[in-house]
């Protein structure tokens, strides 16, 4: 029998959208508080239900989605990734039946819904790694029965994310971490030459949970294959991969598809497989279009010894320290003639002194085409910034290139200054994606002619690769160019963005003063609160999100006639709108108004934010991945919802996940208080609102005006100033 579920401390807080503080204070002083069922002295764990069960009785229990439901029960009968995987067949298979079919099941008897799970798994178990040993008892009932109203309520991949959430230790101790969508689909895009269709045929030697697959899948791609040496991971990437393939209408004929890992409608082939790809290669004699890869690092026990003499080694026997270098020829040898491959790769890979022979010979015989660096966080490990390698089998025949492009999109990204307050613009992932894109496009198209930006890409000339070091970090090639070239130009460049600085540091001094924030008393303020799903009933708010859909007819309106977009990072940063919108929404998209709040969807390195909308920003569009709440103005006003709901405490409280951490708004609380005193705690917070973003612009412009005079000492335009210093 199932253990019964427990909860921790913090649990409990995220259960009931109140501070950890909260929760010790219940414990406190609360006799019936339920007592601890396990855990240790310094971390106790209490009975879900019995926990569930207090809070009911005073009201604090949040109304839980359907997603919420899953993750609970997951706890107690699957609380780790393989257990959960054994759920993944019957995700797949039901959620291609009509939504009637699957509520009916539910509504069965204990065993009538276990003989059903059973029978409605049992055409994918053999497409499904490790599915095979899955089975369903009467006791399994109650999960099964909230896994399918999360499919029917929250969709399929949704509940496949929930699935997936858990650790994957496996992986991890291996050096390998899931891609992040975004760096995922920038991989992917990397894969489509100038003018030509998507890659057919793409394939992921190290597949995890298929995040580059399903990528390649959005691109246009027909026929995915990966593999993985974590028999879970693998069963996952398949169940992803399977329901993003199917046909878009989930009331489809059931039968129209073949289960053999293809979708008949769509003609999408799909094909996942456990084992270790180096050492028991699944596809040995499988060629692919194209490749997409992050391969584990670090890992010394890759076989060296055992594959000392494979043929895969055509540009030599990497050494035990080298795993990552043959992952990249293993990936080389998957491809057709003129294929391409786009690796994730660390770092050190491209300096190592031990691999110097092999990254030699793959820039001598045209194997390397571009290393481009990428900025520090983006992906895990976050504290380094990642390369990605773009690699071609060349044609036997074909002319060997003669150069190899260089993206420095990690280094200073283009600058422009504007003259009258001295701010940059910097629109973060998606100017880093915009520039190593177009920089590869352009090198693609025209290598021997390609036009070097400044600071950020250059196409270096192999015989200037082959020195003895074989260094091929894009930061050592490539070089920005001065600010000014006359020495008098480059002083008076520095004279004004002193002059610029030196406003800031006052505008930020002045925002530091102003009246005392007064103590609220000898013990802080308490207050009744309510979520944010109970302001939505009450019609106090507006949720809306940005549409997924684009129109499929009509006239496309593009450039100029469409207003920017909102982005993520946008919020995240302060700035300015700077997404572009491509395609106009079938909807027409959400419009941003004056006094709208906007919340990210992800906490960014476990910070949250949210954004009052003002008369810059109205008329843009709001971006992917952000919440918008549309509060009445007469009930709530727009600052102090927004302090509020970027509390700290609150955010945690509302949020799940592990590696990527998600917020649920409808579970953030906001104090009750009168319009009038709302509107005193919303000028304050917007006064420090204020005074982010002056300390945000006098933080950029220091960095600008140290990088101005150091580039004129180092150039020798500017001489060290006089007098003690």
Known sequence: MPQPAQVTAAEISRLAGVTRATVSNWRRRHPDFPAPSGGTETSPAYDLSA????????GQLPDGSPADDLRNALRSDAPELAHRSRLLPLAVEASRLPDTDVVKAADSGDEQLSDWAGRTSRSYLMDMPGAWKVTYSPDDAGLLRVLLQ????EGAAQTLEVLAEGDGGDSRAGGAYRTPPPVAELMAALLRGAGEAYPGRVFDPACGMGGLLLAALGQGSREVSGQDVVETLAAHAAARLAVAARPADPHADAGSAAHAGTD???????????????????????????????????HREWGHEDLAYDSRWVFGLPPKGESELAWVQHCLGHLTEGGRAVLLMPPGAALRPSGRRIRAEMVRRGALRAVVGLPPGVAVPLHIGLHLWILERQHPQAALPSTVLMVDAAGPESRTGD?????????????????????????????????????????????????????????RHVRAVPVAAEPDELAET?????????????????????GVWP????????????SVADLLRGDALTLLRAPTTVRTSGPARTGGDLPATLTARDVVTRRPASGEAEEEPSDGGVTVEVGDVVLPEMLHEGVGVARVVDARDAGHRLGRHLHLLRPDPTRLDPWFLAGFLAAEDNLNAASSGTSVVRVDPRRLRVPLL?????????????????????????????????????????????????GPR
């Open 674 to 722: 009168p319009l009038p005193e709302q509107q005193r705690y919303g000028q304050a917070f917007r006064h420090l609102h204020a005074l982010r973003v002056a300390a945000d612009l006098a933080d950029r412009l220091a960095d600008e005006t140290a990088r101005v005079l150091a580039a004129g000492l180092t150039g020798g335009a500017l001489l060290p100033p006089e």
């Open 51 to 58: 926990v569930r069960a207090w809070l009911a009785g005073r």
């Open 264 to 298: 008949a409608d769509a003609g999408t082939v799909v094909q996942v497989r456990v084992g270790d790809s180096l050492r028991d290669d699944a596809f040995a004699t499988s060629v692919a279009d194209a490749v997409l890869c992050a391969p584990p690092y670090g």
């Open 419 to 475: 003259e009258t307050d001295g701010r940059h613009s910097s629109t973060g992932w998606s100017t880093v994606r915009e520039l190593v894109v177009g920089a590869w496009r352009d090198f693609d198209r025209h290598p021997e002619a390609f036009d070097p930006v400044q600071g950020v890409a250059q196409a270096v000339a192999v015989i200037d690769l082959l020195d003895e070091a074989v260094d091929l970090s894009p930061a």
């Open 150 to 153: 999360c499919l029917v309520e």
């Open 519 to 530: 103590p609220a008393g000898a013990e802080s303020r308490s207050w009744r609160t309510a």
């Open 494 to 514: 520095a004279y004004q963005v002193r002059g610029r600085l030196r406003r800031a540091a006052t505008g930020l001094v002045t925002l530091t003063g102003g």
